[in-house]
Structure formats: structure tokens, C-alpha cells
């Protein structure tokens, strides 16, 4: 099975609720995570995460949609 770490990471944040619990579920900083994160954003020209302080990490409809595309494109 192929996984992608941008999957990982959304569903790290989401399952958390947070970028650092996300990056501490992951075993990595939440410094590495956020930066992937917004390179990951600025590749795909889109929005992934809700980024509102003192609120808990939401994925964006686009980031929703990619972790269905990927859990479709796994089906066995």
C-alpha cells in the first residue's frame, strides 16, 4: 500500500483536533508539521486546515475531500 504523508497529517490534526497533538500523535514537532502543512496549502493552491486560534484544527472541505479521495483510491 502507497501512503502519502500529507494524508498522515490531515488525519493526524483532524483525529486530534489540534496541529500539536496531531504532531504529537506523529511522533514530529509541531513546527515541522505546520510547515508541511502550509506547503502542502501553497502546492495544492488550496486551504486544508482551519487555522482560528483557541479553536480546535478543522479540516477545510478541500481537506476533507482529499482524505475521502485517498480512502476510495485504498478500497481493496
Do not use: C
Not at 513546527?31 to 486551504?47: A, D, M
Not at 481537506?63 to 485504498?74: N, S
Request: proline share 3%; aromatic share 10%; hydrophobic share 45%.
Amino acid at each position: 500500500m502507497v501512503r502519502n504523508p500529507l494524508i498522515d497529517l490531515l488525519q493526524a490534526v483532524s483525529a486530534q483536533g489540534s496541529i500539536s497533538r496531531g504532531a504529537r500523535a506523529l511522533g514530529l514537532s509541531y513546527r515541522h508539521v505546520w510547515g508541511e502543512l502550509k506547503r502542502w496549502e501553497q502546492e495544492l493552491g488550496n486551504e486544508l486546515v482551519v487555522w482560528e486560534k483557541g479553536q480546535s484544527a478543522k479540516l477545510t472541505e478541500f481537506g476533507a475531500k482529499l482524505m475521502w479521495a485517498e480512502r476510495q483510491a485504498q478500497w481493496p
